[in-house]
């Protein structure tokens, strides 16, 4: 090769050329998105999320949750990740506005949490009373922050006293909190979930657990277990699941992550959310297991995460529950939506 | 059966003995001068080696056996693998990379070593910075971004290292003696000069400014994927360009097709990366460019794969006898398949099956050790005789370090892609439930478990080897080591 300017500016143009082609112009494309919103202004998608959620995504981060779990949901004509009911339509780059760090994921040898929010039992993420039973018992927990974001409720600031409480006092703070009566499975045995959560999707978007409904039973990973467990996708259930993973699903290869939770005495009374373990996993008489302020982060981050409020150039698949696995795929037209 | 009998000299290039003996003597100076500070970068590089290595196997086993030792916040799975990969991209093969090119630099430039101080405090600083990204990665400071995941702090320790090490690169590129530039200089420098912008825009778009949504991922994406091309895969071909010909004593086939080579590299390669997104929630356009890139790539696979060939063409015998030889000519291979592999992947109807499997960790791994790790093993195998003096003690160890290494990161690939496509076509039918693809990966994970056994014994075998060399434990021998015995006469400078 003659000369030094050619070899140094081709060196230089081709990375430019890649630079601009692959960051630069996406950015001037997609990179200033703002939420929908309908006619009236209202039933705005996205909301910003709360200070646990963020702190959440940081747990998730710091523990690689990422390396083995995607947040995003292909087209239907890629993959089955909608006939799972992973969720009701593809996910979109408007989905993501709002998280200070989008985790979209590359490898699943978990599955996808795009979702996983809107799984959770329908009572867990309304803001009606039967929010006061969520099993957190911590200000932020009952109201599943960023999955219930009414606009005229403000959402936020209902999730904002989280954000306050110091971290390292969690646990003694969760104590304090009077506690929530009893269990969260309480009374909702799977049954009854996989049947409440069938109002047709769409119809108060808002209250996102409802919308999902579908996915309940057709993206169940193993079978619900039943006697004496949390309802399924619950923030208790997740609790369990993360303390525990095998006494969920004995199959599971997730590892399990003790670390995030805190074996102390009981005092008086077992707290409100102590984790319901059984078997081997149980702590001794007179102990208990709590999650730590991070562990509470984690689920929030989880419960908040939900693309099931429709997105107007993206096709979601139709209201009807869906029938189980496999039996009908939901209408693969072809059309691609982007 | 030896080099007579077919005929071919087996002598290193350029060292007959008329013209030889001052040019000879001038090498020799010049590579005297590069000893500290690129063994300083070999045996960093090897440390790390090792202990990405312990993390590896670490990874590999709590993946079938998830509750091993996991209850320790720093050894849970998803920290150590991210630990792992950073050491082994920054501590192993980036500071490897960056001995073999400093000492490529200086021969090639023709000029003694100038300016080592700038390298031994950016090998510091470069130490410094992996070691406080891997702490901190393990304390739960990870940034969540692949090959991102240093903290801050230790990203920019590794960026100051890294400006003194390129600056070196610049300055002794303006004390080069000689007209003509030599096509691992072009790939050496475009390395040099890549990585900073590289790293710097990665930095900037992520946490400095950071961009919005989802262009993360793609920022992301395309930062990991510049990297294996742009830095790994430069230093690597451009090794390859220099050891082959210089091996086998014979001029490269072609600067035609070189050229031909380098510039299509350096424009396709670098558009690819976004590919892995593929069915993401991305403008269509960006992932079909980025499949037509990788398609593109398949031009400078073809050229250079050609020119090497071309260049062995009758002299494929020697690999019998040259380690460098062998595992260069290896690696040289692996990055054909390499970006087959990568091309196979990134088609639409396959992806669909194998975007969220193992099988994409079977193509880094195909970049990382296979194409780039081996081409830079080949290449220690030919400096570190010339650095300290000695030559290679046992011709029985390489021999066990390139067979493990090469059965090691085959099996291991082969477990990955196929295990990838079954837990892919697991996922793809919904009638299955979940937990069934991984059901049936962990058979071939066990399997990937079990290559890197191989691949831990072929790091140890050559760490030992190594630390014989350091320790000047080598041979005094006018004759390198040649893995099977070759008849006295027809032996030249290693």
Redesign the interface.
Known sequence: ?KG?AP??L???G??A???V???VI??W?????NPQSDEEGTDIYPQPQSGMFERGARV?????????H?E?V??DY???DI??GWGNR????????F?????????????DLANIGARAPAEQASPSPAGAAAPAGSPGGGTSPGASPAPQAGGPAAASPATKQSPSSSPPAQAASPAPAGSPSGATSPAAIAASPATSPGSSPPTAAALVGPQTGV????PIQTVGEPPMYSAAWHHVHLYS??SI?V?????????LYEKRRVHEQRSADALKLTGADAPPEGWEIVPTYDAKCLVAYMMALNQSHPLKDIRSVSGAPAVP??AA?PAPSPA?A? | MNAIATGIPLKEPAVSAVAGDTEQLERAYIDASTRVPVLMFYTSAMAWLILGTLLAGFVSF???E??LL????FL????V??AHMNVMVYGWASMAGMGTAIWLMARLCRTVLRYPLLLVAGACLWNLGVFLGVCGILL?????Y?WLEFPRYAAIILFVAYTLVASWAVLMFRYRRGEQ?YITQ?YL??AF??FP??YA?GQL?LFAV??????????GW?YAN?LLF?WFGAIALGTAYYMIPKVIGRPVYSYHLA?IGF?TY??FS??T??Q?????????W?IT??IAATILTMIPVATVGLNHHMTMQGYFPLMRYSPTLRFTVFGAMSYTVFSVVGLLISL?SV??YV????A??AYSHLGLYAFFTMVIFGSMYYIVPRLVGREWRYASLIKLHFWASAYGIGLMTLMLLVGGFSQGSS?????L???E???T??PYLRGRSLAGLLLTASHFIFAYHFGLMLLGLGRTSTVPTFLNPVEAETSGGH
């Not at chain 1, 199959?251 to 670390?259: G, K, V």
């Not at chain 2, 996922?427 to 009638?431: A, C, I």
């Open positions: 090769m030094l070899l140094f081709g060196i230089f081709t990375f050329f890649s630079w082609g692959l960051t996406p950015n494309q997609i990179g200033h998105l998730y981060v710091a523990n690689g949750c990422v390396y083995c995607s995003q292909r087209p890629a993959g089955a006939e799972r593809r996910s979109a780059p408007r989905d993501y506005i998280e200070r760090q989008v985790l979209l994921g590359k490898m699943r040898m978990g599955q993206g169940a990973p193993w993973p095998r699903n199959d599971s290869n997730m590892p399990s992550y003790r670390f696995a496999g795929s691609p982007k | 709590k993946l079938h998830p509750d996991s209850n320790i916040s849970t799975w998803g920290r693998r991210p739960g400071d990870s940034t969540g692949q530039i072009w420098l475009g000069l890549w912008w590289l825009a778009m950071p961009v919005q949504g989802v262009l993360q991922t793609a920022v395309w510049n742009l050229t510039w350096a424009l670098s558009w990366g976004m892995r997104l593929i069915d993401g929630p991305f403008p269509a960006m460019a980025s639409r992806a669909s975007n969220f499997t193992q994409s960790i996922m793809e039918n919904p009638t439930a979940f937990s693809s991984v059901e990966v962990l």
